[in-house]
Nanobody, 127 residues
Framework: QVQLVESGGGLVQAGGSLRLSCAAS???????MGWFRQAPGKEREFVAA????????YYGDFVKGRFTISRDNAKNTVYLQMNSLKPEDTAVYYC?????????????????????WGQGTQVTVSS
C-alpha cells in the first residue's frame, strides 16, 4: 500500500509560480510517479511523470517547458514546479504512483496505469 498526500496548491495570479509536493508513505520503492489534473467538466489530463530513478521525465503537450517534475527519494517526495501559470491551468492536481519493478516502463499518460492516487490539491490561476 502506498499513501499519497499532495500539498502546495493555492491561488496565484497569471504569470506566477507554484510548487506542488506529493509526499508518499508506505512501500514506495520502485514506483514511477505522475501528476494529472482535472478541471470542472473536463477529463483528467496527464501533466507529467518521472521514473523511479528520476532519470526519465515525461510531460503533457501543453506544458511546453513551463513545468518541471522532480523527486527526492530520500524524502519520498515528488515535486511539480509550475511557472508562467495561465488561467487555463486552473484545476485539481493529483499525484499518482505506478509500481515499476526493475525500472520497467509504463504508459505514463494513461491514468488507468497508475496504482495509487492522492486526494488532490486545488490550483487556481486568476487573470
Amino acid at each position: 500500500q502506498v499513501q499519497l498526500v499532495e500539498s502546495g496548491g493555492g491561488l496565484v495570479q497569471a504569470g506566477g509560480s507554484l510548487r506542488l509536493s506529493c509526499a508518499a508513505s508506505g512501500r514506495t520503492f520502485s514506483y514511477g510517479m505522475g501528476w494529472f489534473r482535472q478541471a470542472p467538466g473536463k477529463e483528467r489530463e496527464f501533466v507529467a511523470a518521472i521514473s523511479w530513478s528520476g532519470g526519465d521525465t515525461y510531460y503533457g503537450d501543453f506544458v511546453k517547458g513551463r513545468f518541471t517534475i522532480s523527486r527526492d527519494n530520500a524524502k519520498n517526495t515528488v515535486y511539480l514546479q509550475m511557472n508562467s501559470l495561465k488561467p487555463e491551468d486552473t484545476a485539481v492536481y493529483y499525484c499518482a504512483a505506478k509500481y515499476t519493478p526493475h525500472g520497467s516502463s509504463w504508459s505514463t499518460r494513461n491514468a488507468l496505469e497508475y496504482d495509487y492516487w492522492g486526494q488532490g490539491t486545488q490550483v487556481t490561476v486568476s487573470s
